[in-house]
């Protein structure tokens, strides 16, 4: 199941203005990695203030999804500032062991409500993720289809998101 809220994991109230100039192909970067250090509640905090920071300065969405042992993240926006953060991602020594399940155009963004949203998400259902299939997304067709790998990001997500409203109901 897929749990637990951490402070500032808010969506944003209104839509966002993005910079992208338009007709400009969102580019959208997945991976799995595992924690090299231990990641407590205060060290993913601060990780997310950063990143939030950072991402809302760069046009960039995203989730996090973290299970204890593992993360997968979702990172979108456009093309170069994408392969930026993850060149970045990837050189981190905070998580090891990553390996890109997407990496693409797509034709809008899944989380443009969230500059790095983030979940825990049990171990299995982390696992499915890594096992979907990722690789067919058309690239740039503006009616392009999910891929399975990419409906069930969006499904743990809203799951997410519905348990999290009915908490603070
Ligand atoms: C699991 C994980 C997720 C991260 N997510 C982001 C993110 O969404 N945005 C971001 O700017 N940095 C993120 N970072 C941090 C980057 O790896 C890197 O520290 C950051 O881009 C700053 O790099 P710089 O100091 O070279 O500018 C993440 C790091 C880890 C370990």
């Given at each position: 199941?897929?749990?637990?809220?951490?402070?500032?994991?808010?969506?944003?109230?209104?839509?966002?203005?993005?910079?992208?100039?338009?007709?400009?192909?969102?580019?959208?970067?997945?991976?799995?990695?595992?924690?090299?250090?231990?990641?407590?509640?205060?060290?993913?905090?601060?990780?997310?203030?950063?990143?939030?920071?950072?991402?809302?300065?760069?046009?960039?969405?995203?989730?996090?999804?973290?299970?204890?042992?593992?993360?997968?993240?979702?990172?979108?926006?456009?093309?170069?500032?994408?392969?930026?953060?993850?060149?970045?991602?990837?050189?981190?020594?905070?998580?090891?062991?990553?390996?890109?399940?997407?990496?693409?155009?797509?034709?809008?963004?899944?989380?443009?409500?969230?500059?790095?949203?983030?979940?825990?998400?049990?171990?299995?259902?982390l696992l499915k993720l890594a096992q979907a299939e990722w690789?067919?997304?058309?690239?740039?067709?503006?009616?392009?289809?999910?891929?399975?790998?990419?409906?069930?990001?969006?499904?743990?997500?809203?799951?997410?998101?519905?348990?999290?409203?009915?908490?603070?109901?």
């Amino acid at each position: 199941m897929v749990h637990v809220r951490f402070s500032g994991n808010q969506p944003l109230a209104q839509p966002y203005d993005f910079h992208n100039i338009e007709g400009d192909p969102v580019y959208q970067y997945v991976y799995i990695s595992n924690p090299s250090v231990g990641f407590d509640d205060a060290r993913l905090a601060s990780l997310l203030t950063t990143a939030r920071a950072a991402n809302q300065a760069n046009d960039i969405t995203g989730v996090l999804l973290f299970s204890g042992n593992s993360f997968v993240q979702c990172i979108e926006g456009c093309n170069e500032t994408v392969q930026r953060l993850a060149e970045n991602i990837r050189g981190d020594t905070r998580h090891k062991n990553l390996i890109v399940l997407h990496e693409g155009e797509v034709s809008e963004r899944s989380f443009a409500q969230w500059f790095m949203g983030c979940a825990f998400i049990g171990e299995s259902d982390l696992l499915k993720l890594a096992q979907a299939e990722w690789s067919n997304v058309a690239t740039t067709a503006k009616n392009s289809t999910k891929t399975t790998g990419q409906e069930l990001l969006c499904e743990f997500w809203s799951i997410f998101r519905e348990g999290s409203l009915a908490s603070t109901a």
